[in-house]
């Protein structure tokens, strides 16, 4: 079973407590994938986000890379962030196939 948690709230709360989901089901053995939607590129920014300290952990609970839409916005985003942290991501298609998701939280 593979959970994708959606963060497409442009808050560092919601993001935060979308991220905090993905490490706890992680930390107990489920597969989980972090999807970043543009809307919070700009919290990604921020370098004293809790954001971007939970996302560059993700070595440490097994997890994929977090994905990024495939666009121009993403990718310059990619390039203003400490490389560490945009180790941890990686940039999809924004159309790509959900069905292989069981379940699919946003927050």
């Known amino acids: 079973m593979i959970t994708l ?3 497409t709230t442009p808050t560092e ?3 935060y407590e979308g991220c905090a989901m993905a490490l706890t089901l ?12 543009s809307e919070v590129l ?13 996302l ?3 070595d440490l609970y097994d997890m994929p890379k977090a994905r990024l839409p495939d666009d121009v916005f993403s ?10 942290l945009a180790s941890q ?5 924004e159309s790509s196939n959900l069905s292989k ?3 699919v939280l946003s927050f």
């Open 5 to 7: 948690i959606r963060l």
């Open 13 to 15: 709360l919601a993001t």
């Open 26 to 37: 992680a930390s107990f053995g489920q597969t989980v994938q972090i999807y970043l939607a």
């Open 42 to 54: 700009g919290v990604l920014l921020d370098p004293q986000a809790r954001l971007s300290g939970m």
């Open 56 to 58: 560059k952990s993700l």
């Open 75 to 84: 990718g310059w985003v990619l390039g203003m962030i400490n490389s560490e």
């Open 89 to 93: 991501l990686d940039m999809i298609p």
């Open 101 to 103: 998701f069981a379940t």
